[in-house]
């Protein structure tokens, strides 16, 4: 039986669960009721696990036939800080939190792949189940290595893949080399001199100095970066002040950038500093940078990623599979993961609606047994099967 006919006979109690990890997001690194959820699932198919790895994260390990190699599979099981607007039924039940990512469904794809990996066991080797805390943007696959993640659960190849908005259900994009953008956070905060609003010529204007530096910032990316390369600076809040007579003592820019090298960070974290304190000094003010590296580079190694294509055309047809996706500007912090261990990041197709991050996104849940037999396959391949 294939894979995905395997995972199509319990596919309505993943779409349940899944609707139930809907309706009660967890933050990241505060996943607790949905670890717990993981942990029991895997324990009734009789998988081993590990539980609180990087805090909340659990690690499900499934044993095949005698094997000296070992894959990792990861999905990662956050929400967002978001207000859910979509009135399904199953809708958030939590004022502020909403999975507008498919982190549930990832969840779900990855306990469908344990309990078929759990049920046949035709496979040599060991298939270490990941499920990563904390994705968006607090650090969760760092908090996890940092935990003897690869130290406790050694991987030759690791896999991990994300749904995509505008990609139908039933296929998939990959490609070889850089494929997801690093990703950095930024706060650029300008100190200057308060002042009464009518008296402006006794202030030094921190509110005016950061409208300037926002504007030179994206200098930086057009004169600083080779065209050859591709970075995004975007400031995205500017705060200061509380009154509207008061010129404040100070201001600050915060934003993100995005790159697909490391090299081109440091020089874009050296822009940001140079034209900040360059132009807040022109003002006769002072500006200080805190440059964050949050998600490295999500870089494929073209020999895993051929496999994982590999993988997903036996269970689809190759006509259903894009091996050139274009890089995107989005950022993924299963990066680091890559970092230590040659892998691949897929995504898997979630058809039409709302894109991610967008209070309107509902994961389609059409879509896990692909995303749960993709999993299953790629898996079998890295370690072969029985005969």
């Not at 002072?286 to 496999?307: K, Q, V, W």
């Not at 259903?320 to 996706?325: H, L, S």
């Not at 979630?350 to 692909?370: L, M």
Request: proline share 5%.
């Amino acid at each position: 039986m294939s894979a995905l006919d395997h995972i199509r006979r319990y596919h309505d109690e993943l779409t349940a669960l899944r609707q139930d990890l809907h309706a009660n997001p967890e933050l990241g690194l505060e996943e607790h009721r949905t670890a717990a959820i993981v942990a029991e699932k895997l324990e009734s198919w009789g998988i081993e696990v590990h539980r609180g790895i990087g805090r909340t994260g659990v690690v499900g390990v499934v044993r095949g036939r005698p094997g000296n190699r070992a894959v990792g599979l990861r999905a990662d099981m956050d929400a967002l800080p978001m207000q859910e607007m979509t009135g399904l039924p199953y809708a958030s039940t939590v004022s502020g939190k909403m999975h507008a990512c498919g982190h549930d469904g990832h969840t779900a794809m990855l306990l469908g792949a344990a309990r078929c990996l759990a049920e046949t066991r035709d496979f040599d080797g060991t298939v270490n189940l990941i499920f990563q805390p904390g994705e968006e943007g607090v650090g969760g696959a760092l908090a996890m290595l940092e935990d003897g993640l690869l130290e406790r659960f050694p991987c030759d190849t690791l896999f991990g893949m994300h749904n995509a908005t505008g990609l139908d259900v039933g296929e998939y994009a990959i490609g070889a080399g850089p494929f997801m953008a690093g990703g950095a956070f930024f706060d650029i905060t300008v100190h200057g001199k308060g002042s009464h609003g009518a008296r402006p010529e006794v202030s030094i204007d921190p509110v005016l100095t950061a409208c300037h530096i926002a504007a030179a910032l994206q200098s930086i990316v057009s004169r600083n970066i080779s065209p050859r390369e591709t970075a995004v600076i975007s400031v995205t809040k500017v705060s200061g002040g509380d009154a509207y007579n008061v010129i404040p003592q100070s201001a600050t820019l915060s934003g993100t950038a995005r790159f697909f090298s490391k090299e081109v960070a440091r020089q874009i974290e050296e822009g940001l500093k140079r034209v900040a304190e360059g132009i807040a000094a022109g003002f006769g003010a002072t500006a200080e940078l805190d440059f964050r590296l949050i998600f490295a580079p999500t870089i494929n190694d073209p020999g895993a990623t051929t496999a994982l294509a590999d993988a997903a055309a036996e269970l689809v047809g190759e006509a259903k599979v894009n091996r050139n996706r274009e890089p995107v500007m989005g950022s993924e912090d299963f990066s680091f993961m890559l970092e230590k261990v040659p892998g691949a990041y897929i995504h898997v197709g979630n058809g039409p609606g709302a894109a991610a991050h967008n209070p309107h996104y509902n994961f389609n849940d059409e879509a896990i047994p692909y995303g749960a037999a993709l999993y299953v396959q790629a898996a079998r391949k890295a370690l072969g099967t029985k005969e």
